[in-house]
């Protein structure tokens, strides 16, 4: 029998509020006025995870984390329900650290669902396994009912003018995602600076404008236990970080321009990989995690888990929290990472709506699963009650409305529609679209459809992105259509050409990256992620976990090739986009190289398991906007040296 918690808000949290207030660090004051209600109230929180209410009889749209800023009301109830969470009690089941630790550290016990013996140390997340997108569907609805239920009673603070006004936006209120994948706004990073921008905030609540310390900067630990994260310099940091400096130093900064400026170079790797993801993974197989079961075919290396552990990797920018698995969920950038994740494969599940989880076996134990034990739609998504008994199944969260919430990219959409976003959204690097894009009209996302306050964005969005296609950030406006496309019976046709990978997860007993450059590369690895001829990086999500061990989990992923050879062609560095060609071009101008996520350079004849496959496929490309490319077998044509 699960037992059902009750969050009460102690008076101690008002305590330690006001205690932390003399250091910078600093939750939101709701004044004595408001104290009384504060105290006596006990809203329901409940380990059972259940479906938010409907409003008007409709699921309620997640959206991208800059449509949100847009909303007043949401915005700013955002800010205060995460502050709120991150001072609430470490002892609560309901506090920013419990939530999150149910992930990985500390491998606490969440809701009484007990270990397998042995399996205590581990966090409940299943990764490397076909569960990977199912289990972590009803995880961010736990913590999205949380932050609902936050929300709510927050609302309810404000005076009687404003109450019905905020009340409303209340209801409505969903968590955002973060698009790490789309082109942002003109002059903006791919990393928004709501995020990384500044350690406070000024929030807009109930007792007036005041600056409180940024909940998506980071979450301090109140109090830390240096014992959750074993090892140096972890240990010592009483907050997260994200390419924090000094290492040493128990105060190291962290450096978000550095993060940002690693997504934003970035971008085309992860659009290429989104959209290859979507075109050509019709297996949910295939796409759903980066085991090497079943991926014995060179069409289909890459997975959603994979490109998702190289935002990871990047997001956590040397050692941050976000690079490390058993750490990540700490850090405030986890779930708005993990709700585009979930989007995307909602948006994936309406393209490939015929195929799902089959039987397969776990490569690494959970808290809660042994490795080995077969895994299909029945296995129970410990630790999510449905109800007092059972558990959330794969079987069971299909469907996301059965939640109440879901995305604008896929409520009330076509198949033909969610294709005709993607098209939109994710080919800034791709010829695929290159003749459907003269007659496009709006190519904002579509959550900034729902929200009508944005028209200026939306011409900003429109005339940003109506270049024809761009690479390192440059638009290219003269593709010598000759040497790219070639046109047939079947269509117009060009090559996509791909850097397959394969690799031991724990081979280095640490998280890493595998970079490709075209031409020099510096030695000094912190320069690696921004060089301007970077190709990509594959990042491989591991840690110094010791529960995994190095022998087990071959991992795949791919770095793609198309957007760098496409520009090459341009200006005529390689002659056309064909095998011999292609092949003398990058037999001595790709560079391959390795380094553990702070840093250290690694020679890649040390890394366990490595292979790089270079592999090509004709792709026929869509005539209409509701049609995804056509990929022709994906062929090797050699591999790298290692
Ligand atoms: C908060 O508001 C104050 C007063 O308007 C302003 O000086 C400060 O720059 C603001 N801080 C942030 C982080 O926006
Ligand atoms: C710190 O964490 C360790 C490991 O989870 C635990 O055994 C210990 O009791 C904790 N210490 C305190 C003071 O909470
Ligand atoms: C976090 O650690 C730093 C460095 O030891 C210290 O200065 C700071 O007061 C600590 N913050 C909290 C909230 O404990
Ligand atoms: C932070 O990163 C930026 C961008 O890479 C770099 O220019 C800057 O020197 C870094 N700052 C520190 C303090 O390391
Ligand atoms: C999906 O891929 C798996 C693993 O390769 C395979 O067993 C299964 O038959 C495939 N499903 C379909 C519908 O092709
Ligand atoms: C992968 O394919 C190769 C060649 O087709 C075959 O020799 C090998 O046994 C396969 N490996 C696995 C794990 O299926
Ligand atoms: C899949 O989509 C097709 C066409 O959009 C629809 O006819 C079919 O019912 C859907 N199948 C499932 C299982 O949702
Ligand atoms: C709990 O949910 C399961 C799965 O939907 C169902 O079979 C069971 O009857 C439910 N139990 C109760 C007590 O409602
Ligand atoms: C879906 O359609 C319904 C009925 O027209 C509408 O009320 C709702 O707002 C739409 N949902 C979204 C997210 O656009």
Same mark, same amino acid.
């Not at 029998?1 to 330690?16: E, G, R």
């Not at 105290?39 to 008007?56: C, E, T």
């Not at 109140?222 to 997260?240: A, L, M, Q, V």
């Not at 869509?622 to 044509?637: A, H, N, S, Y």
């Given at each position: ?9 102690? %008076?101690?949290?008002? &305590? ?28 329901? +929180?409940?380990?059972?995870?259940g479906s938010l209410p409907l409003v008007d009889g409709q699921p309620q749209p997640r959206l ?61 997340? !299943? ?30 603070? @404000? ?59 980071? &979450? ?100 941050? !929290? ?10 405030? %950038? ?50 999510? &009650? ?32 969610? %294709? ?24 904002? /996302? ?17 005339s940003h992105k109506s270049r024809v296609m761009a690479w390192r950030h440059e638009p290219i406006? /003269? ?22 990978? *394969?690799?031991?997860? /724990? ?13 020099? %590369? ?6 690696? +992620? ?94 209409? *906007?509701?049609?995804?490319?056509? @990929? ?11």
């Amino acid at each position: 029998m699960a037992s059902i918690y009750t969050f009460v808000l102690f %008076v101690s949290f008002f &305590f330690s509020h006001g205690l932390a207030n003399i250091h910078s660090n600093k939750g939101y004051d709701y004044g004595h006025r408001m104290n009384l209600r504060v105290n006596k109230r006990d809203f329901g +929180q409940s380990s059972i995870v259940g479906s938010l209410p409907l409003v008007d009889g409709q699921p309620q749209p997640r959206l991208e984390i800059r449509t949100l800023q847009k909303n007043h009301d949401q915005w700013n109830l955002y800010i205060l329900a995460l502050s709120w969470m991150q001072y609430t009690s470490q002892d609560s089941p309901f506090s920013w650290y419990q939530i999150a630790g149910i992930h990985g550290a500390p491998g606490q016990t969440w809701g009484n669902v007990a270990p397998l013996p042995g399996n205590d140390n581990i966090g409940y997340c !299943h990764h490397v396994s076909i569960l990977f997108p199912t289990w972590h569907r009803p995880y961010l609805v736990l913590y999205e009912q949380t932050m609902y239920n936050i929300v709510q009673f927050i609302a309810s603070l @404000w005076p009687p003018e404003d109450l019905d006004r905020v009340q409303e936006a209340a209801k409505r209120f969903r968590i955002p995602y973060w698009d790490w994948a789309v082109a942002p706004p003109a002059g903006e990073s791919v990393f928004p600076l709501s995020i990384g921008g500044s350690s406070v905030v000024n929030v807009s609540g109930p007792n007036g404008i005041q600056s409180v310390s940024n909940p998506l900067f980071s &979450f301090a630990f109140k109090p830390f236990n240096g014992s959750i994260f074993p090892d140096s310099p972890y240990n010592k940091w009483n907050e997260t970080k994200r390419a924090p400096y000094p290492i040493s130093d128990p105060n190291a900064i962290s450096n978000n321009s550095f993060v940002a400026a690693s997504f934003d170079k970035h971008l085309p790797s992860y659009q290429q990989r989104l959209y290859n993801l979507f075109a050509n993974y019709p297996n949910y197989t295939h796409f759903s995690n980066e085991g090497w079961i079943g991926q014995n075919n060179s069409g289909t290396f890459d997975s959603i888990e994979s490109l998702h552990d190289s935002v990871h990797t990047i997001g956590g920018g040397g050692w941050g !929290h976000l690079a490390i698995i058993a750490y990540s969920a700490f850090d405030p %950038v986890f779930f708005l990472h993990h709700a585009n994740v979930d989007r995307i494969f909602a948006m994936w599940q309406v393209v490939h709506n015929d195929s799902y989880v089959v039987p397969t076996a776990a490569v690494y134990a959970s808290h809660t699963q042994n490795q080995g034990d077969i895994e299909d739609i029945w296995t129970p998504l410990k630790p999510f &009650f449905v109800n007092d008994t059972s558990f959330w199944t794969s079987g069971m969260v299909r469907d996301l409305e059965t939640f109440g919430y879901t995305y604008a990219d896929v409520a009330n959409k076509t198949r033909g529609e969610v %294709v005709a976003a993607i098209n939109r959204l994710y080919t800034d690097y791709s010829p695929a679209t290159i003749t459907l894009r003269s007659n496009q009209h709006s190519l904002s /996302h579509a959550d900034q459809e729902v929200d009508d306050q944005t028209p200026k964005t939306r011409s900003q969005q429109h005339s940003h992105k109506s270049r024809v296609m761009a690479w390192r950030h440059e638009p290219i406006s /003269h593709l010598p259509m000759n040497v790219v496309f070639q046109v047939d019976s079947k269509g117009k046709s060009y090559r996509e050409w791909i850097a397959n990978i *394969e690799v031991k997860k /724990h081979a280095l007993k640490s998280s890493f990256l595998i970079y490709l450059f075209l031409g020099d %590369v510096p030695d000094d690895s912190s320069s690696w +992620q921004s060089l301007d001829n970077l190709v990509g990086s594959l990042g491989i999500f591991a840690g110094p976990d010791r529960s995994m061990r190095a022998e087990h989990g071959k991992v795949t992923g791919t770095i793609p090739l198309t957007s760098a050879l496409m520009r090459m062609a341009v200006d005529g560095d390689v002659q056309s986009l064909a095998p011999e060609d292609v092949e003398q071009f990058l037999k001595p101008a790709l560079q391959l190289r390795i380094a553990l996520v702070d840093g250290t350079v690694v020679s890649a004849n040390e890394v366990d398991g490595l292979r790089i496959s270079i592999v090509t496929s004709m792709v026929t490309i869509p005539t209409t *906007e509701d049609q995804l490319p056509r @990929w022709g077998e994906v062929k090797p044509i050699f591999d790298l040296v290692i």
